[in-house]
C-alpha cells in the first residue's frame, strides 16, 4: 500500500502544480516536494498531455502525483488515472455530488480526491456549497475564482476561510508568492499545503526551481 502524506500541525506541505518537464520534476522530488501536479485539461496552457506521455507520469517514482481535471467524463478520469499511476485526483470544475460519488465508487480505493472551491464574492453561496457537500473526498482546495478554472496568479482574501467551517484538510492556491507566505499565520485554520504555479514559473510550465527553492526554504 502506497504511503499517503499524514495530517500533522505543522509547517504546510507543498504542492507544485502545472508541471510539464521530467528533468524540472527530477529536482522537484529530489527536493521532496509533496506533490506534484498534472494537469489534464486541454484548454489550459500547462496541459501535460502535450508535453509527457502516460506512461512517462507513471514512470515517476513519487507517491503525490495529483491529476487535475476541469468538468471530464468520469471515464477519462479512471482511465487516466490507471494509465499515469495518479495518487490524487483534483477535480477543479463544476462536478456535482452524484458526479463525486460515482467517482469515488469506480476509483481505486487508494486514490484520494480533492474537491476544489474557486473563491468570488459569494460567500454565502461557498458556505451553502461546503456544508451541503455529501461526497466523500479526502481534501478541499481553495482557490481564486476565474473563468480560466485557475493559474490566474491572483489570491483571493484569505481571511475569507476564517468564516468558513472548513471540515477537511485543505490545499491553498491562487497567487501565493514569498510576499504574502506571512499571512497565513492569520489563519485560524492553517492549511495542510500549500499550491503553487504559475508564480513560480519562467513561463506556463517551464517551473522556476530556484524560486521554488526559496518557499521551500520558507516551509522547511
Not at 96 to 106: A, H, N, S, Y
Not at 113 to 130: A, P, Q, S, W
Request: glycine share 6%.
Amino acid at each position: 500500500m502506497s504511503q499517503q502524506p499524514t495530517i500533522d500541525n505543522r509547517q504546510p506541505k507543498l504542492k507544485v502544480c502545472g508541471l510539464t518537464k521530467l528533468d524540472q520534476i527530477e529536482e522537484l522530488i529530489s527536493l521532496k516536494t509533496d506533490f506534484l501536479g498534472f494537469i489534464f485539461y486541454k484548454k489550459s496552457p500547462r496541459y501535460v498531455l502535450n508535453s509527457l506521455t502516460l506512461d512517462q507520469i507513471r514512470s515517476i517514482n513519487h507517491q503525490g502525483k495529483v491529476g487535475v481535471f476541469v468538468n471530464e467524463s468520469l471515464e477519462q478520469i479512471i482511465e487516466i488515472s490507471e494509465k499515469a499511476g495518479l495518487n490524487f485526483i483534483q477535480l477543479h470544475g463544476d462536478e456535482l455530488d452524484d458526479f463525486i460519488l460515482e467517482l469515488r465508487e469506480k476509483l481505486h480505493p487508494e486514490i484520494k480526491i480533492i474537491k476544489v472551491f474557486r473563491i468570488g464574492t459569494e460567500l454565502e453561496n461557498l458556505k451553502f456549497k461546503i456544508q451541503n457537500l455529501k461526497s466523500e473526498v479526502d481534501y478541499f482546495l481553495f482557490d481564486t475564482d476565474s473563468k480560466a478554472f485557475g493559474g490566474t496568479g491572483k489570491s483571493f482574501d484569505w481571511q475569507v476561510l476564517n468564516e468558513l467551517e472548513i471540515t477537511k484538510p485543505y490545499f491553498l492556491s491562487g497567487g501565493i508568492s514569498e510576499e504574502n507566505i506571512e499571512n497565513i499565520k492569520l489563519l485560524k485554520q492553517k492549511p495542510f499545503a500549500l499550491d503553487i504555479n504559475s508564480k513560480f514559473e519562467i513561463e506556463p510550465g517551464n517551473k522556476n526551481i530556484d524560486k521554488i527553492k526559496e518557499i521551500k526554504k520558507l516551509l522547511d
